[in-house]
């Protein structure tokens, strides 16, 4: 199972879904909303960003993984 055997592909699945829900492709919300379109990845369909967008913003800003997997260094995103 090509899900099961390459984060590449999971990325690029995530990715891929989120651009086609932000545009609005998807009819799982609204066009035009990132917050709403992270959201679908977990409960679609929705209206307004929620709980898991709340967490995902929260692990951009917090930065944890930083220094686990970068040994600090600063990350190009």
Do not use: K
């Not at 913003?57 to 220094?67: K, P, R, S």
């Amino acid at each position: 199972m090509l899900a099961r055997e390459s984060t590449c592909f999971n990325a690029d699945f995530f990715a891929a879904h989120l651009y086609a829900a932000f545009r609005g492709w998807t009819g799982e919300c609204p066009g035009g909303d990132i917050g709403t379109a992270i959201e679908t990845w977990y409960a679609p369909p929705v209206n307004s960003p929620g709980a898991y967008t709340s967490l995902i913003y929260y692990n951009i800003n917090v930065q944890l993984w930083v220094g686990l997997w970068f040994q600090s260094q600063s990350v190009p995103y």
